[in-house]
């Protein structure tokens, strides 16, 4: 789960581009899709229940959940996997 802590109340929507079990393959893939011309966002993901920490990339945030939807499938249309979340933040 995503959040924003920039202090902005409201949903918001993010364009997820894979979560990692480590940083180091996190970045590999940034690099990845820089040279694609993708500038994506690293968050690390609190542990869950079996104590593993997550880093996910994503783009955005998006007030609007068409122009997200449409950035994604742009995405997909290029072979690139991209999945639309939506975060709530209060």
Do not use: W
Request: glycine letters at 6%; a negative charge; zero cysteines.
């Amino acid at each position: 789960e995503l959040s924003m802590q920039n202090g902005v109340a409201g949903t918001f929507y993010v364009i997820n581009f894979g979560s990692f079990n480590n940083l180091t393959n996190a970045q590999t893939q940034q690099q990845q899709l820089k040279k694609q011309g993708i500038t994506t966002k690293i968050q690390q993901i609190a542990a869950n229940e079996v104590g593993t920490i997550s880093y996910n990339l994503f783009i955005g945030p998006y007030h609007n959940q068409d122009i997200a939807n449409n950035i994604a499938e742009s995405m997909t249309q290029h072979n690139i996997d991209a999945v639309v979340e939506r975060v709530d933040s209060n």
